[in-house]
């Protein structure tokens, strides 16, 4: 081909390839994130916050520790581990097998064993809740024993499960704030994560299945709050009704930012100025 005609030539075949690097380009940036992408979870985790704490800023919850009442003991950290539950106790497990030596939390492991699976305070009081404090100000490695723990046992399987359901990043935070509140499984005559999918997939089929996601939502969600009404401690069902639920209905499933929301009464922003 003679040089003339090789330029033009080779000039439309860059310009296609340009065009296909921007489509592609386009394409990954118009695909929906799951919760498990950094900026999605970071927002999760102020939603979660601010129903457990009333506060957007869930890093300042790595100290928090208090008994509300709710007969599960005390309730601690980014998503409220509970003694009585008995992943608290496996928080403390987790960061003494990380710093053996040293640790303020180690003694209080006989304690924590003896009180898993009521609403005890007895061997912990004050001593313990001081030492729990004291170990997520001073200590990298506690705060990332709480991070593991939220990540094995309610995160990576509340997300698992969404996406094998079908459902985008608002219907897996859903699934993940559930099973904060609730646990995977019921315990004591209450309802937990395990049963609320069960009942919401006998009156709805999950995307999955070829269901409507609107429509498994809700009724995942309507499950949700009925469990939710049978704890006095829970009773207060907002987190539902003003915050997910609010998502739901203005139909952003991908959970995108801004975002506005309400929980007991108070406003909340993520995004938007």
């Known amino acids: 081909m003679p040089y003339a005609l090789r330029r033009p030539l080779l000039a439309l075949l860059l310009a296609l390839a340009t065009l296909c690097t921007a489509c592609t380009a386009a394409a990954r940036e118009d695909t929906p994130r799951a919760l498990d992408d950094p900026a999605k979870k970071e927002i999760a985790m102020r939603l979660i916050s601010s129903a457990e704490n009333s506060s957007l800023d869930w890093k300042a919850q790595y100290r928090y520790i208090e008994d509300i009442g709710d007969g599960r ?18 928080v403390v497990e987790r960061y003494v097998k990380a710093r053996p ?4 939390l180690k003694p209080f492991l006989p ?74 499984g019921d315990t004591r ?17 999950s995307p999955a299945k070829g269901g409507d996601e609107t429509t498994y ?13 049978r704890e006095p401690a829970h009773s207060d069902t907002s987190r539902v009704d003003t915050a997910q ?8 499933l991908d959970l995108e930012p801004p975002l506005k929301w309400k929980v007991y009464g108070e406003s909340y922003r993520v995004g938007g100025g």
């Open 101 to 104: 030596d040293g640790n303020v």
């Open 111 to 184: 304690a924590l064993r003896a009180v898993r699976g009521g609403e005890s305070h007895e061997g912990l009081g004050t001593a313990f809740t001081s030492a729990w404090q004291r170990a997520a100000d001073d200590d990298p490695a506690f705060r990332k024993a709480q991070d593991e723990e939220r990540d094995r046992g309610y995160f990576d399987p509340a997300v698992g499960t969404a996406k094998a359901d079908g459902l985008g990043a608002l219907g897996q935070f859903i699934y993940y704030d559930a099973y904060v509140m609730h646990g995977s």
């Open 73 to 90: 003991g005390y309730t601690a950290g980014i998503i409220g581990f509970c003694t009585g539950c008995g992943d608290l106790l496996t």
């Open 217 to 229: 939502l809700n009724a995942f969600l309507d499950a949700r709050v009925a469990a939710m009404r």
């Open 189 to 205: 005559g209450l309802i937990g994560f395990r049963t609320m999918r069960e009942q919401a997939l006998k009156k709805a089929e």
């Open 245 to 252: 639920r609010a998502f739901l209905d203005a139909g952003n």
